[in-house]
């Protein structure tokens, strides 16, 4: 089983819709989590963190289930510009980070 | 400011040829990774340093691959011989730790071996 898994896409929502990504992690000792984004042909960069109590940057909510080993993003009123690549980030405990392949998403008119 | 550095942009090579990626990590920052991203296996972590000292390599293929930091300011990826194989995306990428949100890449090394 991979460290780090996610649905690798894509998804094609149209502009206004809210659309969610899961990322399961199999180490329970990780501690903190991520989520990236990464544009066609361009280097990932940190989108939020993930909290454990949940937390919420304008239309982006990022949720954390340790019991069930999972984090979510959550994207409300899809914008054409969210069109990338998401990754998960799990720092599993032992000085490493490990990322998810990534989910696509692709918004469309 | 600055941000990671790295050279070359792409790089296309025949297979056998020597292959050196270079990297300039931001000033101040202790921590430098090196990652190579595939369409099949997603971003993974080739080797990381911390204050020049590799700490993990395991993620390193195999003996082809190579990775030294001679001093703060400066890191290098070989590999030799190249196949084609490794043609991927390889990031260079710098933090002042190793929490996660911290976390800065360069703009990737494309590589191509033919």
């Known amino acids: 089983r991979k460290e780090v898994e996610q649905d690798p896409g894509p998804f094609n929502v149209p502009e206004g819709a809210t659309v969610a990504f899961n990322c399961t992690y199999s180490?329970?000792?990780?501690?903190?989590f991520f989520w990236y984004r990464q544009d066609c042909r361009k280097e990932p960069k940190l989108l939020m963190s993930?909290?454990?109590s949940g937390n919420e940057d304008g239309r982006f909510t990022a949720q954390l289930n340790r019991a069930s080993q999972y984090i979510s993003l959550l994207i409300r009123d899809s914008k054409l510009s969210d069109s990338a690549t998401y990754l998960c980030?799990?720092?599993?405990?032992?000085?490493?980070?490990?990322f998810g392949t990534g989910t696509r998403l692709l918004v469309s008119p | 400011d600055a941000g990671v550095i790295q050279s070359p942009r792409h790089e296309v090579t025949e297979m056998g040829q020597e292959v050196t990626l270079r990297c300039k990590p931001i000033?101040?920052?202790?921590?430098l990774f090196w990652y190579r991203q595939t369409m099949m296996r997603g971003l993974e972590l080739l080797i990381y340093?911390?204050?020049?000292?590799?700490?993990?390599d395991s993620g390193m293929p195999e003996d082809r691959f190579s990775a030294k930091m001679p001093n703060a300011s400066f890191s290098t990826l070989k590999i030799q011989p190249s196949e084609p194989r490794d043609s991927a995306v390889y990031f260079c990428?710098?933090?002042?730790?190793?929490?996660?949100?911290?976390?800065?890449f360069g703009e990737g090394s494309w590589l191509t071996v033919v």
């Open positions: 990428a710098s933090s002042p730790d190793i929490s996660g949100n911290t976390i800065y």
């Open positions: 180490n329970s000792a990780s501690q903190s």
């Open positions: 993930v909290y454990s």
């Open positions: 980030v799990v720092n599993t405990g032992f000085q490493k980070l490990v």
């Open positions: 000033s101040g920052h202790d921590y």
């Open positions: 340093f911390n204050n020049n000292v590799p700490i993990d």
